[in-house]
Nanobody, 125 residues
Framework: DVQLVESGGGSVQAGGSLRLSCVAP????????MGWFRQDTGKEREGVAL???????SYADSVQGRFTISQDKGKNTRYLQMNSLNPEDTGMYYC????????????????????WGQGTQVTVS
């Protein structure tokens, strides 16, 4: 398995912003679909934002226009900038990476990913 290292998260008031980071080994960073899933208590883990090795991005409808996934190739790091947060965004956020057929939030499910970060809690009140 691949080690993904996450950072960021925390507690904010509604309307606030947070940024998550995920560092991956170079070969993973350049070859796999990467992004974030989130899971709140009692709910299934859901895709939030993904980016492929060519930099193409996709977002869940619920975060479109508020969240932005980006990358810093020099640092093997991908970021999730989360703006205009609301309580429905609360949950544990997990960075993930995998080789998938179509790197799109609408086409993949969490159980297709085998490489995960440790998770970081985001709480919006």
């Amino acid at each position: 398995d691949v080690q993904l290292v996450e950072s960021g998260g925390g507690s904010v008031q509604a309307g606030g912003s947070l940024r998550l980071s995920c560092v991956a080994p170079l070969d993973v960073y350049t070859s796999r679909c990467m992004g974030w899933f989130r899971q709140d208590t009692g709910k299934e883990r859901e895709g939030v934002a993904l980016i492929d090795s060519d930099g193409r991005t996709s977002y869940a409808d619920s975060v479109q226009g508020r969240f932005t996934i980006s990358q810093d190739k020099g640092k093997n790091t991908r970021y999730l900038q989360m703006n205009s947060l609301n309580p429905e965004d609360t949950g544990m956020y997990y960075c993930a990476a995998e080789v998938v057929g179509v790197c799109s939030v609408k086409h993949v499910r969490w159980y297709e990913f085998n490489n995960w970060g440790q998770g970081t809690q985001v709480t919006v009140s």
